[in-house]
């Protein structure tokens, strides 16, 4: 697998220093980027600590997403895909010189335009009216407000030290709600294998009005591969929670990673 990227894991039980990641999660000096495999002893301490279980994420009776009524039309704006061509500003370590993500098609009935970031070999549908960008080895995107806010990540479960999927989304869960425990997690295992985390009550960040998130985390697994993944996060207002799901939903219908 090409472009993997590093997932972003707190490193002790004290000491925060702040990343981009930040702004869609809306935790403020909580995470810390490394280039380095974390220690895994020290992660699995941190989250034991919180009372989160590791061996498995709680799985309510298998289902899948459901986008409702709702539509892409719903979170965007008709413009033919000319969002896409540039990008005003956007979060992310490369946020000062961000290059545009790949305007693969759009298609009009649906508000929906097909983007793909090449450093990562993954191809998502999203919004019209939205932006996208390249950010190194991750995928980022928002809405025309800033207020949705998307990023595509590969995982290596091996690199991080976990065994699959499930054990991917517990530990950090459990690592996220041990560093900040007014953050809830909730997690359920999808009809195709993949899993689903909920973050509720995440502090707001820059530029949010002050108002609390919800974060959604889809975690997959490469078929016939459990060692490899794929990581989609989605970030929205409290207030948008529900809508947030079913954005996720369509997000889901629409994701083509090259394995």
């Known amino acids: 697998m090409s472009g993997r990227a590093t997932t972003v894991w707190p490193s002790t039980c004290s000491g925060d220093n702040p990343i981009f990641i930040n702004q869609i999660y809306g935790i403020s000096n909580v995470l810390r980027e490394s280039g380095q495999k974390e220690s895994v002893r020290t992660l699995f301490a941190c989250v034991l600590a919180a009372g989160f279980a590791l061996a498995a994420v709680p799985a309510a009776a298998q289902t899948d997403l459901d986008p409702g009524n709702l539509t892409f039309k719903d979170f965007g ?40 970031f090449d450093a990562i070999k993954y191809e998502l549908g999203l919004p019209l009216g939205w932006q996208a960008s390249e950010d190194w080895e991750r995928g980022v995107a928002t809405s025309a407000d800033k207020k949705f806010r998307v990023i595509a990540w590969r995982v ?40 689903l985390v909920i973050y509720e009550n995440a502090p707001a960040g820059p530029g949010d009005g002050g108002e609390k998130r919800v974060v959604f985390d889809l975690v997959m697994s490469k078929p016939g591969n459990p060692k490899e993944g794929a990581l989609l996060t989605l970030g929205v207002p409290a207030s948008d929670a529900d809508r947030g799901l079913k954005l996720m939903a369509l997000l889901k219908q629409n994701i083509r990673v090259d394995w």
């Not at 896409?84 to 290059?99: D, H, L, M, Q, R």
């Not at 007014?182 to 359920?188: F, L, T, V």
């Open 77 to 116: 704006i008709q413009d033919q895909g000319a969002s896409f061509s540039k990008v005003e500003s956007t979060f992310g370590n490369n946020s000062a010189n961000p290059p545009p993500a790949k305007l693969v098609g759009v298609d009009a009935a649906k508000g929906m335009a097909r983007v793909r």
């Open 156 to 195: 290596d479960f091996a690199y991080e030290g976990v065994r699959d999927a499930e054990h991917y989304a517990a530990t950090k869960a459990g690592s996220i709600t041990a560093r900040r425990p007014g953050i809830k997690a909730q997690a359920r295992k999808l009809k195709d294998g993949s899993f």
